[in-house]
């Protein structure tokens, strides 16, 4: 199962929704390869953002060596899960893809019980806990979509 976490910068959101997951599927049986990327480039081959390693820190969870990269074509065929963080990263996403390649890309909250298609909010220029949300979030959403491949 291949699966892509998609937000704007690559180094908020989707670096830790990218933690998140592996983190989950470390005792899982089936064969897990996931990514993150951003619609934009401008952080390319930066470290996520020291709130959003800070964070994954205080959940066990180590995403320093991940570097940030925009999305590529290719991306599209290859992966079998595409998640996007908000309805931005959404239609962008969707504006790229072929016909056939539009189902895989869905939100983040698509399988999520309290959160369903509610948008991951950008944290980037907030303060105070919008990365704990963020976190809560994505930790809830990919709970729910764990739970979706095993039925
Ligand atoms: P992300 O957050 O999409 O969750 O990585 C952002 C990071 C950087 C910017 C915007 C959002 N930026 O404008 O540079």
């Known amino acids: ?5 998609v937000c704007l910068g690559n ?3 989707s670096p830790l929704a990218q933690g998140i997951l592996e983190n989950k599927v470390k ?14 480039g ?9 709130r959003s390693i800070q964070i994954a820190n205080k959940n066990n969870i180590d995403i320093t060596a991940q570097r940030a990269r925009k ?20 239609n962008d996403l969707r ?3 072929h016909e056939h390649e539009l189902d895989k890309i869905v939100k983040m909250t698509h399988f999520s019980k309290k959160y369903n298609l509610q948008d991951i909010p950008d944290p980037y220029y907030g ?11 994505l930790s809830e959403s990919i ?9």
């Open 27 to 40: 005792d899982y049986h089936l064969t897990f390869e996931i990514d993150s990327a951003g619609t934009g």
């Open 95 to 97: 504006k790229q893809a």
């Open 42 to 50: 401008w952080h390319a081959g930066e470290k996520p953002d020291l």
């Open 127 to 137: 303060e105070g806990d919008g990365f704990q949300i963020v976190y809560d979030m």
């Open 71 to 90: 999305i590529r074509s290719i991306d599209f065929e290859y992966f079998d899960w595409i998640f996007a963080m908000d309805q931005s990263n959404l």
């Open 11 to 13: 180094i908020c959101r």
């Open 1 to 5: 199962m291949k699966i892509l976490m």
């Open 143 to 151: 709970d729910c979509f764990l739970d979706h491949l095993n039925k």
